[in-house]
């Protein structure tokens, strides 16, 4: 590991703080989860051999223990699968009744709660997100996001008044490793109720809860073709995106593959939305509730290791705030717990990938190259598997990278601020715009910050906080599109006016 | 207060501040985000507590807990029994560790104090006009000396609400100073009462008010109101009482009250102790529960823990 080299700046405070009560293990046992050997593509309602004849592996990253085989979906398979997309909208999705594509979307948002212990398991040992956020945060929202859009998909008039909305007919959705299953949710659940049929391609990393989310559809009885799942690494997506049949691409994920997929598409007709990336900004000022603010501080850059990319992973102090700030800072940082995560009282799981890890570790050498000062408490790590330390970087400048990039890691850049007119220009001075926190008792000075914030969402008080009826997403390069509430189903409607055709 | 009784107390205890200060004091004291605090409540309320550390966290649980009667309709008889469970919880497992202290209203402190003689349980007296604390400021005064003249080694007193919420601190806070004052040589305890305070910014700055006085403890209830210790509000005193330590050096002890029938919250108490306050706060002299019904509880799932079943509740004793 890179960061052995650097010095850690451990506080004395961890020798008073010798814990004398050891949490012994609770870990969430996998016996619900059953593992196939390998699991093949999801094409026309039946789990199919890939044309392609490859195979991959995805691996448990807290162990790097293969978990089973996975298809890799060539063009060969992928046209396959657009082409029972299209079969299905035109034979039976797009002229389904509402109402009759509400009954298939309720049913599965109960099968995920039935089951969600089930699929919060495997999310954990496919992903190494902490169980209590997989069982807490990604499945409840998945279910109520399912709900959520099963309520407009017999409203779509009342939806869009004065309009007519129609399908726009085959989707292709592409998602990130960050959150599976919950990804999965966001663009099936709003593309299913417009009456849309869908190719998903999981990211490889961690393809396994969106395949188990097959069987569910499949013994939700959803009309063959509606929903297929086709895994594979960038040449699967980029086989989907280039496909001439998809008249719709929904992609999360990094800012330069959002680019790829924004060129290769010019001048195709096919729309598109994209949710990218983020560099946050979590504005503290002097008057907030310290200790919540720590709190959602907190959580706002080490909730899911750091992979979300609305994380706030910029932390703009008020300057006579800063000193009382970083010492709960890190103060509470000795708190977290780094480890198995299955582990119900892990606070930080695994990193996601050896690829990620080696990512997040060249951006933190890069930290304390240009100057930057690190923190990191003091904690065991397990041996096997892909994990990084907390870390707090303090002394920073707008100019280093680790204030510029996403780290897409447990990894916060402390920088301070003294108005609230330098905290708007320094948060918005990124190329990105997802997100922002505000913290402050002042009601006012939140909505003067929330007008001119260059972010698409703005938590006050709070971060990292969703819901179904809540739009998401980006300004800049943090993409363009919305999901999530009505917002969410425009993409997947073509809305003439009434009368219209 | 006398000078060989502050130098027994071996510690300074008396008021950090001055009286016309309280309200300086009161309003630096830092905000409070509800929706913050009660999700950071909660989800450390899902800390997954089993085995070994479990059986260590039930036996702390004993150990920091004032096992306690307060009812009009105590009886010497009621105290007698109550005292003997205090000393020995479970007569047929000498493992199990005396409570902290017996708590109850200062008619009884004596007969408590000839059934714990000998013993480490202390004596625990609520005191001051007990529970709405408004009884003639001489009167309360007087009240807590005669309890510690008769031996309490703790007394119990309720903040003046009325005095504190309605911004008269530098009065509440002179009052505060002069129970202190009389309570001596005894550990004094301040009840917030937190369920009549009306919000977190007010549980936070009546715990700093407290602490600053000089208080030991600062308490959440006198269970005899609708609402009592709850999560949130316990955490908000600890952060208030962690912030406090890092200020001036002295550490408060925080006691839960009111409601606490189950080791689950037991337990749950305690983690919010662990992870806001620290590993130092877990002991009796910084961390009480006051409960009656909790120690049989706590009981049943020592046991439990042990032998993997559970006993009948009649193989443990009522007192």
């Given at each position: 590991m890179a960061t052995k080299d650097i010095e850690r700046s451990a506080t004395s405070a961890l020798e008073q703080r010798e814990p004398v009560w050891e949490y012994a293990d609770a870990p969430e046992s996998t016996e619900i989860v059953r593992l196939e050997d390998r699991y093949g593509l999801f094409i026309g309602g039946e789990f199919v051999e890939p044309k392609s004849g490859k195979w991959f592996e995805t691996i448990d990253?807290?162990?790097?223990e293969p978990l089973a085989k996975v298809a890799e979906a060539g063009p060969e398979d992928v046209d396959l699968a657009v082409k029972a997309a299209r079969a299905a909208s035109d034979e039976?999705?797009?002229?389904?009744?509402g109402s009759e594509r509400a009954k298939y979307l309720y049913r599965i948002a109960r099968q995920l709660q039935e089951r969600a212990r089930e699929f919060a398991v495997l999310e954990t040992m496919d992903g190494g997100k902490p169980i209590k956020e997989s069982r807490d945060v990604d499945l409840p929202l998945s279910a109520a996001h399912f709900f959520y859009y099963a309520g407009w998909a017999d409203k779509l008039e009342y939806a869009f008044p004065n309009r007519h909305p129609r399908p726009v007919g085959v989707a292709g959705q592409v998602i990130p490793w960050n959150f599976p299953m919950l990804m999965a949710a966001w663009k099936l659940a709003p593309a299913l109720a417009a009456g849309n049929t869908v190719v998903l391609k999981p990211a490889e990393t961690t393809p396994l809860t969106a395949l188990l989310l097959a069987q569910v559809i499949q013994e939700a009885e959803?009309?063959?073709?509606?929903v297929n799942i086709v895994t594979g690494a960038g040449p699967t997506g980029g086989a989907l995106v280039e496909h001439?049949?998809?008249?719709k691409i929904a992609f999360t994920g990094s800012t330069e593959v959002g680019k790829i997929i924004r060129r290769s598409i010019a001048g195709t007709g096919k729309r598109l939305t994209l949710e990218l990336g983020g560099k946050a900004a979590n504005i503290v000022f002097e008057d907030a509730p310290l200790d919540q603010a720590i709190e959602g501080v907190i959580n706002g850059i080490f909730f899911n290791q750091g992979h979300v990319?609305?994380?706030?992973s910029r932390l703009l102090v008020e300057e006579p705030m800063f000193e009382p700030l970083i010492g709960k800072l890190k103060e509470r940082l000795q708190t977290m717990r780094v480890g198995?995560?299955?582990?119900?009282?892990?606070?930080i799981g695994a990193i996601n990938s050896r690829a990620q890890l080696e990512k997040i570790e060249e951006l933190v050498a890069a930290g304390v190259e240009e100057g930057a000062e690190m923190y990191q408490p003091e904690c065991l790590l397990p041996e096997r598997g892909f994990w990084f330390r907390p870390t707090l970087f303090t002394?920073?400048?707008?100019?280093h990278r680790i204030a510029r990039?996403?780290?897409?890691?447990?990894v916060l850049s402390i920088i301070t601020f003294r108005t609230p007119s330098e905290a708007i220009e320094k948060a918005n001075n990124?190329?990105?715009?997802?997100s922002a926190g505000i913290w402050t008792e002042k009601g006012s000075r939140i909505l003067w910050m929330a007008e001119r914030m260059q972010a698409g969402v703005v938590w006050a008080n709070t971060f990292n906080r969703f819901d179904p009826a809540s739009p998401f997403g980006g300004y800049k390069e943090s993409g363009f599109g919305r999901e999530g509430?009505?917002?969410?189903?425009e993409p997947y409607l073509e809305l003439e006016p009434n009368g219209g055709r | 207060m006398s000078q060989a009784a502050e130098i027994e107390r071996?510690?300074?205890?008396?008021?950090?501040?001055?009286?016309?200060?309280a309200a300086r004091l009161v309003s630096r004291v830092t905000p409070v985000d509800a929706v913050g605090l009660e999700e950071r409540a909660a989800s450390l309320a899902k800390r997954s507590i089993k085995r070994e550390s479990k059986l260590w966290a039930l036996d702390l649980a004993i150990r920091c807990m004032d096992l306690t009667t307060l009812e009009g309709t105590d009886t010497t008889g009621k105290v007698v029994a109550m005292c003997a469970k205090a000393v020995r919880?479970?007569?047929?497992?000498?493992?199990i560790p005396s409570v902290a202290a017996v708590c109850l209203y200062p008619h009884l402190v004596q007969v408590a104090l000839g059934q714990l003689k000998g013993t480490d349980v202390k004596v625990a007296s609520v005191a001051?006009?007990?529970?709405?604390?408004?009884?003639?400021l001489g009167a309360r005064l007087a009240e807590i000396r005669e309890v510690v003249d008769l031996g309490a080694h703790e007394v119990d007193i309720v903040l003046n609400r009325s005095l504190f919420l309605g911004g008269r601190y530098a009065e509440c806070f002179e009052e505060l100073v002069a129970a202190r004052d009389a309570s001596g040589s005894a550990h004094l305890k301040v009840i917030l009462e937190t369920g009549e305070l009306g919000s977190y910014d007010r549980i936070r700055q009546a715990s700093v008010l407290a602490m600053a006085s000089g208080a030991d403890f600062i308490k959440?209830?006198?269970?005899?109101?609708?609402?009592?210790?709850?999560l949130p509000s316990a955490l908000c005193m600890m952060e208030a009482a962690r912030d406090f330590r890092h200020e001036t050096g002295h550490r408060v002890g925080v006691k839960v009250a009111g409601g606490i029938r189950a080791s689950k919250q037991a337990i749950q108490y305690l983690v919010l102790v662990y992870e806001t306050?620290?590993?130092?706060?877990?002991t009796p002299d910084l961390f009480r529960i006051g409960a009656s019904t909790l120690l049989n509880d706590v009981l049943m799932q020592i046991d439990k823990e042990r032998t993997g079943r559970y006993q009948g509740p009649d193989y443990f004793t009522i007192d």
């Amino acid at each position: 590991m890179a960061t052995k080299d650097i010095e850690r700046s451990a506080t004395s405070a961890l020798e008073q703080r010798e814990p004398v009560w050891e949490y012994a293990d609770a870990p969430e046992s996998t016996e619900i989860v059953r593992l196939e050997d390998r699991y093949g593509l999801f094409i026309g309602g039946e789990f199919v051999e890939p044309k392609s004849g490859k195979w991959f592996e995805t691996i448990d990253p807290a162990t790097e223990e293969p978990l089973a085989k996975v298809a890799e979906a060539g063009p060969e398979d992928v046209d396959l699968a657009v082409k029972a997309a299209r079969a299905a909208s035109d034979e039976t999705w797009r002229d389904l009744p509402g109402s009759e594509r509400a009954k298939y979307l309720y049913r599965i948002a109960r099968q995920l709660q039935e089951r969600a212990r089930e699929f919060a398991v495997l999310e954990t040992m496919d992903g190494g997100k902490p169980i209590k956020e997989s069982r807490d945060v990604d499945l409840p929202l998945s279910a109520a996001h399912f709900f959520y859009y099963a309520g407009w998909a017999d409203k779509l008039e009342y939806a869009f008044p004065n309009r007519h909305p129609r399908p726009v007919g085959v989707a292709g959705q592409v998602i990130p490793w960050n959150f599976p299953m919950l990804m999965a949710a966001w663009k099936l659940a709003p593309a299913l109720a417009a009456g849309n049929t869908v190719v998903l391609k999981p990211a490889e990393t961690t393809p396994l809860t969106a395949l188990l989310l097959a069987q569910v559809i499949q013994e939700a009885e959803l009309p063959p073709g509606v929903v297929n799942i086709v895994t594979g690494a960038g040449p699967t997506g980029g086989a989907l995106v280039e496909h001439e049949d998809v008249d719709k691409i929904a992609f999360t994920g990094s800012t330069e593959v959002g680019k790829i997929i924004r060129r290769s598409i010019a001048g195709t007709g096919k729309r598109l939305t994209l949710e990218l990336g983020g560099k946050a900004a979590n504005i503290v000022f002097e008057d907030a509730p310290l200790d919540q603010a720590i709190e959602g501080v907190i959580n706002g850059i080490f909730f899911n290791q750091g992979h979300v990319c609305c994380a706030g992973s910029r932390l703009l102090v008020e300057e006579p705030m800063f000193e009382p700030l970083i010492g709960k800072l890190k103060e509470r940082l000795q708190t977290m717990r780094v480890g198995n995560p299955l582990d119900k009282n892990t606070d930080i799981g695994a990193i996601n990938s050896r690829a990620q890890l080696e990512k997040i570790e060249e951006l933190v050498a890069a930290g304390v190259e240009e100057g930057a000062e690190m923190y990191q408490p003091e904690c065991l790590l397990p041996e096997r598997g892909f994990w990084f330390r907390p870390t707090l970087f303090t002394n920073v400048s707008q100019s280093h990278r680790i204030a510029r990039e996403e780290i897409f890691g447990p990894v916060l850049s402390i920088i301070t601020f003294r108005t609230p007119s330098e905290a708007i220009e320094k948060a918005n001075n990124t190329p990105y715009g997802l997100s922002a926190g505000i913290w402050t008792e002042k009601g006012s000075r939140i909505l003067w910050m929330a007008e001119r914030m260059q972010a698409g969402v703005v938590w006050a008080n709070t971060f990292n906080r969703f819901d179904p009826a809540s739009p998401f997403g980006g300004y800049k390069e943090s993409g363009f599109g919305r999901e999530g509430g009505l917002q969410g189903l425009e993409p997947y409607l073509e809305l003439e006016p009434n009368g219209g055709r | 207060m006398s000078q060989a009784a502050e130098i027994e107390r071996g510690r300074p205890g008396l008021a950090l501040y001055a009286p016309k200060e309280a309200a300086r004091l009161v309003s630096r004291v830092t905000p409070v985000d509800a929706v913050g605090l009660e999700e950071r409540a909660a989800s450390l309320a899902k800390r997954s507590i089993k085995r070994e550390s479990k059986l260590w966290a039930l036996d702390l649980a004993i150990r920091c807990m004032d096992l306690t009667t307060l009812e009009g309709t105590d009886t010497t008889g009621k105290v007698v029994a109550m005292c003997a469970k205090a000393v020995r919880p479970n007569p047929l497992d000498d493992s199990i560790p005396s409570v902290a202290a017996v708590c109850l209203y200062p008619h009884l402190v004596q007969v408590a104090l000839g059934q714990l003689k000998g013993t480490d349980v202390k004596v625990a007296s609520v005191a001051g006009s007990f529970p709405a604390g408004l009884g003639p400021l001489g009167a309360r005064l007087a009240e807590i000396r005669e309890v510690v003249d008769l031996g309490a080694h703790e007394v119990d007193i309720v903040l003046n609400r009325s005095l504190f919420l309605g911004g008269r601190y530098a009065e509440c806070f002179e009052e505060l100073v002069a129970a202190r004052d009389a309570s001596g040589s005894a550990h004094l305890k301040v009840i917030l009462e937190t369920g009549e305070l009306g919000s977190y910014d007010r549980i936070r700055q009546a715990s700093v008010l407290a602490m600053a006085s000089g208080a030991d403890f600062i308490k959440t209830s006198t269970g005899k109101i609708g609402v009592n210790a709850t999560l949130p509000s316990a955490l908000c005193m600890m952060e208030a009482a962690r912030d406090f330590r890092h200020e001036t050096g002295h550490r408060v002890g925080v006691k839960v009250a009111g409601g606490i029938r189950a080791s689950k919250q037991a337990i749950q108490y305690l983690v919010l102790v662990y992870e806001t306050l620290g590993p130092e706060w877990m002991t009796p002299d910084l961390f009480r529960i006051g409960a009656s019904t909790l120690l049989n509880d706590v009981l049943m799932q020592i046991d439990k823990e042990r032998t993997g079943r559970y006993q009948g509740p009649d193989y443990f004793t009522i007192d």
